[in-house]
């Protein structure tokens, strides 16, 4: 069984930053798998905020372009998500997946609220 575990929500201003981590037991197997974050706020469904392969390369669903970055650190087995300008509507669970592994964290909540 994989563990993922995620961190570094909290309340922020709007224009503010966090930068969300994702921790995995998954160890030296970590560099082959793409990983994804997504969030969920209260009543609607789960969305794609941001995803990086196992090359490296990065993808950002439109509504968080030029705002967020996703990075990945093999060595630690970890995923980072770097979110600027944060906007009200960014309030939710953020969660991260590993891609091909069913289990999920508990996610971070970010709130963005003056």
């Known amino acids: 069984q994989v563990h993922l575990v995620e961190s570094g929500g909290g309340l922020v201003q709007p224009g503010g930053s966090l930068r969300l981590s994702c921790a995995t037991s998954l160890r030296e197997t970590f560099s082959r798998y793409t990983v994804d974050w997504y969030r969920q706020a209260p009543g609607k469904q789960r969305e794609l905020v941001a995803t990086?392969?196992?090359?490296?390369?990065?993808g950002y669903t439109e509504f968080m372009k030029g705002r967020v970055t996703i990075s990945r650190d093999n060595a630690k087995s970890t995923v980072d998500l770097q979110m600027n300008k944060l906007k009200p509507e960014d309030t939710a669970l953020y969660f991260c997946?590993?891609?091909?592994?069913?289990?999920w964290g508990q996610g971070t909540q970010v709130t963005v609220s003056s």
């Open positions: 990086i392969t196992s090359g490296g390369a990065t």
């Open positions: 997946n590993v891609r091909g592994i069913p289990e």
